[in-house]
Every structure is written in structure tokens, then in C-alpha cells.
């Protein structure tokens, strides 16, 4: 709009100018009289009026008309629908209860004769004469499934009932439950014989009619012609229906004229459908034909000469600059553009001539800076950031220059850090991979040292328990050893006491020894003296000498025994003195190794207490040997898993440093 009232008073320009369109219309105005040029506009407001008064009348009449009767015969049908399956819901029915008011449905309605029918959500159906097999699920239904989700009934795809010979619709919408759940569906075969005789009773002119057209499956459900419902429209090869067909598809309304055939195309309210009205032009114009065959005739001689004067004066005045003109911008949609038009006028076509030669230059310029901008673009997409633009942009162009300078610095900073940072980034990784794997590799071994201590603890735990029990062992023994001992120093001191008091009874008998020796020595004395007695006595102590002979020899012996019997005692005595002196030596002996039996026994005993401190230490030792070896092996995951880490980004960041290598940045 804004263009055209631009256009509009750059032609007021050149009519006060006298321009171009001063020299058309005087060129005109010359050369037809006044008396062609009022028939002819009677002749052409006639026509045009007439036409599209008459025919656009009548098509939207029809078609309203039509469209009503159509939309109350749904409204009707479909409300019907509706109160059945609200009384339904209403009573809440149960099967039976819902079969029998189904199978009252029947004959209800002649747009349904065949009654509502169910389906509930687990695909079962109820039917007032159909009874489905055992493989049919309803949910599969298009009809349950347009249904299941609309409150009001709604028309689905037109279809062909073999049984009936009759095209129907299916008419759905969902049934619930008293708590407002979904139950199914309610449906019903909507019969379209009622918008057949709707359709077959508007008739336009001679040859003109209406049809009703399914958009879902593109099916012709009324037509005048019972021989064309049911056809698809898009398989027909008639002129206005292949017409009808592409006003459809292309989803336009409203009245449009084909092969001298008017067409009317307008949407049925609250439906899929859409309804097509048609009429020839030729019979809308019938009346009208012998007017227009007259007066036509005188306009056309007028027209004739018309055309023929403007012609003349056109190819003089406008010809020939606009063939130039359309030469060059020719050329220039061609690619050349080092065009320059050499016409020259005071009037709009010269004007138009040098903003042509103008706008040519300024494409030329604007040519240069796509150039430019393009091999810019390609530069980027190299990787050259380092790029500089050498024209001086003007315009929005210039918007452009500075658009694509901001971008060469920001990608150049941006690449910059993404460079350095790569750097960084795969110094780090290699650092902390180096780590990593050091690490790995001195946790692996301080785990095998740690298990091969924690295996030699084990040993030393063992042998130190084993000292610990054979320490206290040797405890018991010593103390055992020296209760011996010191049982051993007393029966020891018992025997020399015994030694001693034999040594004593020794002595005692020594004096009886020496007794007996005196009373021998008496005793041979007084033999002797009775030998010398019985010797003075004669015969008569010859007896008595015998006997003091005998008791001599008696003494004798007595003092011999006597004698042998002191040497012995002498040499017992000294005996039980050397014994009681070894005695006596080896109880002192005895009590030396009972104090160093005593000294022992401590030192066995602090030694049985030091291993059993040991062996709790060493246990404890164990376990915390355990604790660092299983940290060990921890520290040893976590290592190689940094390790691998770390390899993985140093893969990462090396991709991002050839990535980034791949732009020229500037300095």
C-alpha cells in the first residue's frame, strides 16, 4: 500500500508536468470521441455488475442455504446422538440394561437406522444386531479413537456400508461412568441418503448445482448424480472437479471462476466437510447475451480504434525507453550489470532512466562489497581471522563492515585463550598423567612391600606369640626349678642336720668304743691275773685258767674290734664331716642357683609380660598394615583411574590445540 500511494503521487507529478501520462490521455482523449468511450464503459460496468452481482448472489444464497439445511441435519442428528448417550450416563446402565436401550435406539432416527451403538475402553462392543468375533477390538477403531477424546459427538471418515449399499459416517464421542471416568465410546452409522436429497434438491440454472465433499478421506457424500457420491474427487478427471479439488487441498474459500464455470467453496460449520457450489456463466448470462452481443460489437470497433491510436502513440512514447529499460534490467537479473541507459526525457521515464543508471552503479558498489564480504566469509571459514576489509562500506553495508570486524576480534581473542588455554590444559594433563602414573607405580610397589610385611607380621605375630607362651613356659618351669631347689636346700640342711647328729652319735660311740677297749684292757687284766691266780692254784685252776684264757683271747678280740671298730668310726666321722662340709657346700650352691633361679624367674617373667605387650603390639601392627595396605591398593585405583583421566584429557586438549591451529590469528 505504501508503494503503490508512492506510485500514485509520483503520477500526479508527471501529470502536472505534463508527462508521460499527460501524453497518454491526450493521446486518448484525441483520438476516440466521447460517445465510444460512454459505451463502451456502459457495455463493460454492465457486464461486470451483471456477472458478479448476479452469479455471486446466487452461489452464496445456494450455498448458504445449503450449508444450513446441511448444518441443521447434523445438528439434529448429532443432538439426538448426544441425549441417547446422556441418558445412558444419566442412569449409570449396567449391560444389560445399556443393551436394551441400544437395541430401543433402533428405527429411532431415519439418519441412523441402525441405532447407537458401545464400545467400552477393553475393546469390547455392543451392537443392536452386530456381534463381533473374537479377534475384533473396537479401541483399533478410528471412530472409538476420534471419539475417545471428544465430550460431543463428532463425525469421523465416510465409508461404504456393504450391508445397507449406502455410504455412512461414523459419529462418535465418549460415554463416562457417574465419577466422570471414560467408559468408551458411544457411536452410531450415520446414514448420508438425508444429505443426498438435500444436495439433489438445489439445482442452479439448467446445469448448476451443489455437492457435499468428506476432507478427511476426499469423498463426494452428496451429489445430485447418485452415480458420483461416493467417488473420490481427487481420482476424477473433470475439469471442475480437478479445480474443486486443487481450491480445496490448497484450503481456499470463497467464489472463483473456472472454464467459464462459477465456483463456490465454502466450509460446513463444526465438520470436516465442505460444500461446493457451481453454475456456467454462460447460463447466468443468458438474459443478458443479446445486450451484450450488440453493444459489444460497437465497443469493440471503438476499443479497435483505441488500440490502435494508443498503440501508435505508445510505441512513440513509451516504447522505446521501456524496451531499453527492460533490456538493461534484462541484463542486470543476467548478472551484467555495467549497464547505462542513454535515454533521455524531462518526464517520469527519464527521470526512471537515470535512477535506473543510478541504481546500477550503487549494485555495482553493492556487488564489490558482497565480493568482498563473501571471500571474508570464506576466509573465516578457512581459519584466516586475520583477514582486513579494504572498501569503505556505505549504508546498511557499513553495519555489515563493522558486524565482521567485531567478529575477526572476538574470534581472534577468543581463539587466543582457547590456544593458551590448550596449552595449559595439555601441560597440565601431561604433568598430571606423569603424577598420576608415578604415583601408580609407587603405590603398586608399596602394596606388594606392604603385603609382603603384612605377610612377614604374620610370621613375627606368630613367632612372638609363640615366645610369649614358651616364655611363660619356662616362667612356670623356673618357678617350678626353684620351688625344686629350694625343697631340695631344705632336705639338704635336713641331711647334714642328720649327717651332724650322726657325726655326734659317732662320737658317742666312739667312747663306748674306747669304753669297750678299756673294760679289754681291764678284762685281759683281769684274765692275766686269773691266769696267774689259777697258775698258783695248780690243778685246781687249771679250769679257771682255761676260762681266763678264753676271756683274754675274748679281751683280745674285743679290744681289736674295738680298735678296728674306733678307726672306722674315726674314718666314718671324718667322712660325715667332709659330707656335711659338701652338704653344706652344695646348699649354699643350692641357694646360689635358688637366687638365680629367683632372678631368672623375674627376668622370664618380665620377658613373658614384654612378649605378651609384643604380641598385642604386633597384632595391632597387623591390622594397621592391613588398614595402610588396603589404602594402598585405594591409592592405586585412584591412580591409574587419574592417570587414564588425565591421558584422556590430554587427548581432549590436544584436539582442541589442532582445532584451534587450525585459524591464522592476528598478533
Known amino acids: 500500500m505504501k508503494y503503490g500511494r508512492k506510485e500514485h503521487s509520483q503520477s500526479g507529478s508527471a501529470r502536472r508536468g505534463f508527462g508521460i501520462t499527460g501524453k497518454l490521455v491526450s493521446a486518448i482523449v484525441a483520438s476516440v470521441v466521447t460517445a465510444v468511450a460512454i459505451l463502451f464503459a456502459i457495455v463493460y460496468f454492465q457486464m461486470s455488475h451483471a456477472l458478479l452481482d448476479k452469479s455471486e448472489d446466487l452461489l452464496k444464497t445456494t450455498t448458504d442455504r ?93 465409508y461404504f456400508d456393504e450391508d445397507s449399499q449406502s455410504y455412512v459416517v461414523g459419529a462418535s464421542g465418549a460415554l463416562k461412568a457417574a465419577d466422570g471416568t471414560v467408559r468408551g465410546v458411544a457411536a452410531a452409522d450415520v446414514y448420508l441418503e438425508s444429505i443426498s436429497r438435500i444436495v439433489s434438491e438445489v439445482q442452479l440454472e439448467d446445469t448448476g448445482g451443489i455437492f457435499l465433499v468428506d476432507t478427511r478421506t476426499n469423498t463426494i457424500i452428496g451429489h445430485r448424480d447418485k452415480n458420483i457420491t461416493g467417488q473420490k474427487l481427487d481420482e476424477m478427471d473433470e475439469g471442475m472437479y480437478v479445480y474443486a479439488n486443487q481450491q480445496i487441498q490448497e484450503k481456499k474459500s470463497g467464489l472463483s471462476l473456472y472454464d467459464n ?122 581459519g584466516n581471522l586475520t583477514f582486513t576489509l579494504e572498501h569503505t562500506y556505505t549504508g546498511e553495508f557499513e553495519k555489515i563492515k563493522v558486524a565482521l570486524e567485531e567478529i575477526s576480534r572476538e574470534l581472534n581473542g577468543t581463539m587466543g585463550q582457547l590456544r593458551a588455554a590448550s596449552r595449559d590444559v595439555a601441560a597440565g594433563a601431561g604433568q598430571v598423567s606423569d603424577g598420576a602414573t608415578t604415583l601408580s607405580q609407587g603405590s603398586t610397589e608399596q602394596a606388594s612391600e606392604v603385603e609382603a610385611l603384612a605377610g612377614h607380621m604374620g610370621a613375627v605375630s606368630e613367632s612372638v606369640h609363640n615366645i610369649s607362651k614358651g616364655a611363660q613356659e619356662a616362667s612356670r618351669i623356673s618357678r617350678e626349678v626353684k620351688s625344686g631347689l629350694l625343697s631340695s636346700n631344705d632336705k639338704m640342711q635336713n641331711m647334714t642336720v642328720v649327717i651332724q647328729r650322726i657325726s655326734d652319735k659317732s662320737a658317742e660311740i666312739h667312747k663306748i668304743v674306747k669304753t669297750i677297749e678299756d673294760i679289754a684292757f681291764q678284762t685281759n687284766i683281769l684274765a692275766l691275773n686269773a691266769a696267774v691266780e689259777a697258775a698258783r692254784a695248780g690243778s685246781a685252776g687249771k679250769g679257771f685258767a682255761v676260762v681266763a684264757d678264753e676271756v683274754r683271747a675274748l679281751a683280745g678280740k674285743s679290744s681289736s674290734a674295738a680298735k678296728e671298730t674306733s678307726v672306722l668310726l674315726s674314718q666314718t666321722v671324718d667322712s660325715m664331716d667332709e659330707g656335711v662340709r659338701a652338704a653344706q657346700d652344695t646348699a649354699d650352691s643350692i641357694l646360689e642357683v635358688v637366687a638365680h633361679a629367683d632372678e631368672m624367674s623375674k627376668l622370664i617373667d618380665g620377658i613373658a609380660d614384654y612378649t605378651r605387650q609384643q604380641d598385642a603390639n604386633t597384632a595391632e601392627i597387623t591390622r594397621g598394615i592391613e588398614q595402610i595396605s588396603t589404602v594402598v591398593q585405594t591409592n592405586v585405583a585412584t591412580a591409574e583411574a587419574s592417570a587414564a583421566a588425565s591421558e584422556e584429557l590430554a587427548g581432549q586438549a590436544d584436539m582442541l590445540r589442532k582445532l584451534v591451529a587450525r585459524f591464522r590469528l592476528k598478533d
Open 261 to 382: 464455470t462459477y465456483i463456490q467453496v465454502a466450509q460446513v460449520p463444526d465438520s470436516d466437510w465442505i460444500a461446493v457450489s457451481y453454475v456456467s456463466r454462460t447460463e447466468v448470462l443468458r438474459e443478458m447475451r443479446q445486450l451484450t452481443v450488440s453493444m459489444v460489437t460497437v465497443a469493440a470497433l471503438a476499443v479497435l480504434i483505441l488500440i490502435l491510436l494508443v498503440v501508435i502513440q505508445v510505441r512513440r512514447v513509451i516504447g522505446r525507453p521501456v524496451r531499453e529499460l527492460s533490456l538493461v534490467a534484462t541484463r542486470i537479473a543476467q548478472g551484467e550489470l555495467n549497464q547505462t541507459i542513454h535515454y533521455q526525457s524531462g518526464d517520469e521515464l527519464g527521470v526512471l532512466a537515470g535512477d535506473f543508471n543510478q541504481v546500477t552503479l550503487r549494485l555495482r558498489e553493492y556487488t564489490a562489497y558482497i565480493q568482498e564480504i563473501s571471500e571474508k566469509l570464506r576466509e573465516i571459514a578457512t
Open 66 to 158: 445449503t450449508l444450513q439445511e446441511t448444518r441443521a441435519w447434523m445438528n439434529s442428528t448429532l443432538t439426538m446422538l448426544e441425549m441417547q448417550r446422556d441418558t445412558i450416563e444419566y442412569e449409570d446402565m449396567d449391560v444389560p440394561a445399556m443393551m436394551d436401550y441400544i437395541r430401543h435406539t433402533v428405527d429411532q432416527n431415519d439418519a441412523y437406522p441402525a441405532g447407537l451403538y458401545v464400545a467400552f475402553t477393553d475393546g469390547s462392543l455392543y451392537h443392536a444386531s452386530f456381534v463381533p468375533g473374537p479377534d475384533f477390538d473396537a479401541t483399533a477403531k478410528s471412530w472409538y479413537q476420534d471419539g475417545l477424546v471428544s465430550d460431543s459427538f463428532i463425525l469421523g471418515d465416510v
